[in-house]
């Protein structure tokens, strides 16, 4: 049974990729790192990788309405991963739903889309597995009735709905839609989501890519717990007319593979209307007092009434008022923040990024002066504008980045270390300073940094804040919000 857009002859794909993304290179540099811009778009860390997991350790539950699988580990790592494998054996997977051990594997694994790829192209993705980090884990055995627990059964379904072929090119159409149609059959694996399936699991071939599911494609990513529906909080001025940045696709497609929506819609809050310019403090109050207004009837009402168990943020607020946001959130419920990139242009977090190298000051001067915490991650905060603000005798406690830029809150597990650091902090002035004290807060974050900010505050223990925002129209920091209890 042939699929669309499938035909005969192999150097068609070739010149696709010459045209497109450059001649291919011949140095094992080249292979492994064409074979990681393949993975990146076959978007196989997001099954392959468990929350909290090491790359491509494998182990991740895929819900199937006929039961549990588990994804492989392929980490190159001997005893539980590929590592013992040929590229030969790698290509029988892809390409024949066959593992190295001869077993039969289940299409949970995309086999009937990865046997359109080429050798070519297997053999630069096996060339990029090879290099990341082995991980010696063994994925659970999968939880499947009798006789889908044999893989033999594997063969009728193989002989009813599995057509082994590389995908080539179709004469007459241009290189841009070949390769499109390339990935789209191929390692994109659309079809996944976006073609009804029969009894058995199958597409429904007639009716490629005409019913998108995109539910089920979230359930079957996040392992369809009901515990990890999250309902979206989006945060951002002009909603409608910045959909590019927090488009609900973008933000939804961000979300796998630790969540999934808990509902088709996002609960939006907007900046309210103000004759006030944003260097006046009234502006800020107009605008923390609109927030907390709204917030109460959408988010907290509903929380109250248990019909939000999980929120995940998505925020390009100003900074005082995402730390309002975090302020409000809490740990009322359980909360995951995203970041914004600018490059890629993306809400999905990047584990394989650098960490931060954060840098600590503390204050030990006299304690009865006026206190400052600086938080520079994003820009570089120098005291003389503190200063200039508080004046020359105050106390500056500091947590900055070693090398501040925009873009460089990449990993959740180093958001995390962040949050570590501003309680000690927080703890730190306290006991410093006393029970009367408030903090004024400069800060330079980025987005997620400036909610878990608010968040990380515990409103009966820690000290009132008094936060302050950058303001090019003034040429320095003007005071906007404060957040006492």
């Given at each position: 049974?042939?699929?669309?857009?499938?035909?005969?002859?192999?150097?068609?794909?070739?010149l696709l990729l010459v045209g497109l993304t450059g001649a291919r290179g011949n140095s094992d540099f080249d292979r492994v790192q064409r074979g990681k811009y393949l993975v990146d778009a076959g978007d196989c860390y997001?099954?392959?990788?468990?929350?909290?997991?090491?790359?491509?350790?494998?182990?991740?539950?895929?819900?199937?309405?006929?039961?549990?699988?588990?994804?492989?580990?392929?980490?190159?790592?001997?005893?539980?991963?590929?590592?013992?494998?040929?590229?030969?054996?790698?290509?029988?997977?892809?390409?024949?739903?066959?593992?190295?051990?001869?077993?039969?594997?289940?299409?949970?694994?995309?086999?009937?889309?990865?046997?359109?790829?080429?050798?070519?192209?297997?053999?630069?993705?096996?060339?990029?597995?090879?290099?990341?980090?082995?991980?010696?884990?063994?994925?659970?055995?999968?939880?499947?009735?009798?006789?889908?627990?044999?893989?033999?059964?594997?063969?009728?379904?193989?002989?009813?709905?599995?057509?082994?072929?590389?995908?080539?090119?179709?004469?007459?159409?241009?290189?841009?839609?070949?390769?499109?149609?390339?990935?789209?059959?191929?390692?994109?694996?659309?079809?996944?989501?976006?073609?009804?399936?029969?009894?058995?699991?199958?597409?429904?071939?007639?009716?490629?890519?005409?019913?998108?599911?995109?539910?089920?494609?979230?359930?079957?990513?996040?392992?369809?717990?009901?515990?990890?529906?999250?309902?979206?909080?989006?945060?951002?001025?002009?909603?409608?007319?910045?959909?590019?940045?927090?488009?609900?696709?973008?933000?939804?497609?961000?979300?796998?593979?630790?969540?999934?929506?808990?509902?088709?819609?996002?609960?939006?809050?907007?900046?309210?209307?103000?004759?006030?310019?944003?260097?006046?403090?009234?502006?800020?109050?107009?605008?923390?007092?609109?927030?907390?207004?709204?917030?109460?009837?959408?988010?907290?009402?509903?929380?109250?009434?248990?019909?939000?168990?999980?929120?995940?943020?998505?925020?390009?607020?100003?900074?005082?008022?995402?730390?309002?946001?975090?302020?409000?959130?809490?740990?009322?419920?359980?909360?995951?923040?995203?970041?914004?990139?600018?490059?890629?242009?993306?809400?999905?977090?990047?584990?394989?990024?650098?960490?931060?190298?954060?840098?600590?000051?503390?204050?030990?001067?006299?304690?009865?002066?006026?206190?400052?915490?600086?938080?520079?991650?994003?820009?570089?905060?120098?005291?003389?504008?503190?200063?200039?603000?508080?004046?020359?005798?105050?106390?500056?406690?500091?947590?900055?980045?070693?090398?501040?830029?925009?873009?460089?809150?990449?990993?959740?597990?180093?958001?995390?270390?962040?949050?570590?650091?501003?309680?000690?902090?927080?703890?730190?002035?306290?006991?410093?300073?006393?029970?009367?004290?408030?903090?004024?807060?400069?800060?330079?974050?980025?987005?997620?940094?400036?909610?878990?900010?608010?968040?990380?505050?515990?409103?009966?223990?820690?000290?009132?804040?008094?936060?302050?925002?950058?303001?090019?129209?003034?040429?320095?920091?003007?005071?906007?919000?404060?957040?006492?209890?």
């Open positions: 049974m042939s699929k669309p857009h499938l035909r005969t002859g192999a150097a068609a794909v070739i997001a099954c392959h990788t468990p929350s909290g997991a090491k790359p491509f350790q494998g182990g991740r539950a895929l819900a199937t309405p006929f039961g549990a699988i588990y994804s492989a580990n392929i980490t190159p790592d001997r005893k539980t991963g590929i590592g013992s494998w040929s590229a030969d054996d790698f290509y029988k997977a892809m390409h024949h739903g066959v593992s190295a051990d001869g077993n039969r594997l289940y299409p949970a694994f995309p086999y009937p889309y990865y046997t359109h790829v080429t050798r070519e192209d297997v053999d630069d993705i096996w060339a990029y597995l090879r290099t990341v980090e082995p991980v010696d884990n063994a994925p659970p055995k999968n939880r499947l009735p009798f006789p889908l627990n044999e893989r033999a059964a594997m063969r009728a379904w193989n002989w009813m709905f599995f057509d082994e072929q590389t995908f080539h090119s179709v004469p007459g159409k241009s290189a841009a839609w070949n390769w499109g149609a390339y990935l789209v059959e191929g390692l994109g694996h659309c079809g996944v989501c976006h073609t009804p399936k029969n009894v058995l699991g199958a597409d429904e071939t007639k009716q490629a890519y005409q019913e998108g599911n995109l539910d089920a494609w979230f359930a079957i990513v996040t392992g369809m717990a009901e515990e990890r529906g999250a309902h979206v909080l989006r945060f951002a001025a002009d909603i409608g007319q910045r959909d590019a940045l927090v488009s609900t696709r973008s933000i939804f497609m961000a979300m796998p593979p630790d969540y999934h929506p808990a509902e088709g819609r996002t609960i939006d809050i907007e900046l309210v209307g103000c004759d006030y310019a944003d260097h006046e403090e009234t502006y800020w109050t107009i605008q923390q007092d609109n927030l907390r207004r709204v917030f109460a009837r959408k988010v907290k009402e509903r929380i109250e009434q248990k019909e939000i168990r999980q929120l995940s943020v998505f925020a390009l607020e100003p900074q005082p008022l995402l730390i309002e946001l975090g302020h409000l959130l809490g740990d009322i419920v359980p909360v995951t923040v995203h970041q914004r990139y600018r490059e890629p242009p993306t809400w999905r977090w990047q584990p394989d990024q650098p960490v931060i190298t954060f840098r600590l000051s503390e204050y030990s001067g006299a304690p009865d002066v006026p206190v400052a915490l600086k938080l520079a991650l994003s820009a570089t905060v120098t005291d003389d504008r503190i200063r200039t603000v508080l004046g020359d005798d105050v106390a500056i406690w500091s947590l900055t980045a070693e090398n501040p830029h925009n873009d460089i809150m990449r990993r959740p597990d180093v958001l995390v270390e962040f949050k570590r650091h501003l309680r000690r902090l927080f703890d730190r002035i306290k006991a410093a300073h006393g029970e009367k004290a408030i903090i004024n807060v400069f800060p330079a974050l980025p987005n997620s940094a400036s909610v878990e900010f608010g968040r990380v505050r515990m409103p009966k223990a820690d000290l009132p804040l008094h936060v302050y925002d950058q303001n090019r129209s003034v040429g320095g920091f003007v005071p906007t919000l404060r957040i006492m209890s």
